[in-house]
């Protein structure tokens, strides 16, 4: 007998005024570049500041998902080359997310078992 593992890696978009680690607006633009900051476009010396909102959303999500909210979260810098992302590096959580271990049950539906839930940009 064969026993399937399927894996998803699924992204939202949380409805927040601003970004995750700055103040620039929050909403798409038909305009390039127009809602960016020297954070945004990761300039030397800049340091992030994290958004309260995007936080306590995240922690609504984890909720929502079952998920165990771990009290202390840490962020890493990923440092790797993508083609529209010059600043070179995302802001995630690897080690320790917001949540983990979460389950989603429906009736009618296989269990969906929640690896983490984690903010980044
Ligand atoms: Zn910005």
Redesign the pocket.
């Known amino acids: 007998m064969i026993e399937s593992f399927i894996g998803l890696e699924i992204h939202i978009q949380l409805l927040t005024k601003?970004?995750v680690?700055?103040?620039?607006k929050n909403e798409f633009s038909h305009i390039p570049n127009s809602?960016?900051?020297?954070?945004?476009?990761g300039y030397p010396g800049v340091l992030p500041v994290l958004n309260e909102e995007a936080v306590r959303k995240a922690y609504i999500v984890c909720r929502a998902m079952n998920c165990h909210l771990n009290e202390k979260a840490v962020f890493d810098r990923k440092n790797y080359f993508y083609p529209d992302m010059p600043k070179n590096y995302q802001i995630s959580q690897f080690n320790s997310p917001f949540g983990v271990k979460g389950l989603i049950e429906m009736d009618g539906m296989p269990r969906v078992r929640i690896h983490d839930a984690h903010l980044r940009t």
């Open positions: 601003t970004k680690f700055c103040n620039c809602h960016v900051c020297p954070v945004c476009m």
